[in-house]
């Protein structure tokens, strides 16, 4: 009798563990549903919330001021916007392309303008047989123009603020061609903009 007290209690003990583990087993599927109901929420929410804040980026008041270039294929203006919590950065370029020539336009905001303007505010000038870069002022803004002979390429910066550059950097074309072309854009409206908050 003891013998059989001690197997039953023993089987007892067995189905106990088994209906623990399946209840466990149970529970597990049940909070595994839960978080998938709760991830699947919260990617709803990220694909849904950011439109509007996607609508608030800094970048975006600068796309509407890259204007078309006539007889250029210009691509489709962009940018990001990043805020850390000591420093941010904001771009916004569109692309443009004739032929073989190419032309960049791009306002940069943050740290990294402000180091891209210590050659205009240092005055820089440096001309060779190769090329030159030189600060000069145009439309009573602080600019620096590269140009490289060889390659048939350069650059015009221009100061929007102590850390805001509107920077045009071309291919393929002479450089009056390209200032003509970079004085198409709003510089004045580009700083009234890198000066909103």
Request: glycine letters at 8%; one cysteine or more; hydrophobic letters at 45%.
């Amino acid at each position: 009798m003891a013998a059989a007290v001690k197997r039953w209690h023993g089987d007892f003990l067995s189905a106990f563990r088994i209906a623990k583990v399946k209840r466990q087993r149970k529970r597990g599927r049940t909070m595994s549903k839960l978080r998938h109901a709760i991830f699947c929420g919260f990617v709803t929410l990220t694909v849904l919330c950011p439109l509007s804040a996607r609508a608030d980026q800094a970048f975006q008041r600068f796309l509407p001021l890259f204007v078309d270039l006539d007889g250029w294929q210009g691509k489709k203006p962009d940018g990001m916007s990043l805020d850390m919590p000591n420093s941010s950065m904001t771009t916004a370029t569109r692309d443009y392309t004739r032929g073989g020539a190419q032309a960049h336009a791009s306002v940069m905001m943050g740290q990294a303008a402000s180091g891209a303007l210590a050659p205009i505010e240092s005055g820089m000038n440096l001309q060779t047989g190769d090329g030159h870069m030189v600060t000069s002022t145009m439309h009573d803004m602080k600019v620096m123009k590269t140009f490289n002979v060889p390659q048939k390429s350069g650059a015009l910066m221009v100061e929007l603020s102590k850390n805001a550059v509107f920077a045009f950097s071309y291919g393929g074309i002479t450089e009056d061609e390209a200032i003509a072309l970079a004085e198409k854009f709003d510089w004045k409206a580009m700083q009234a903009a890198a000066q909103k908050k």
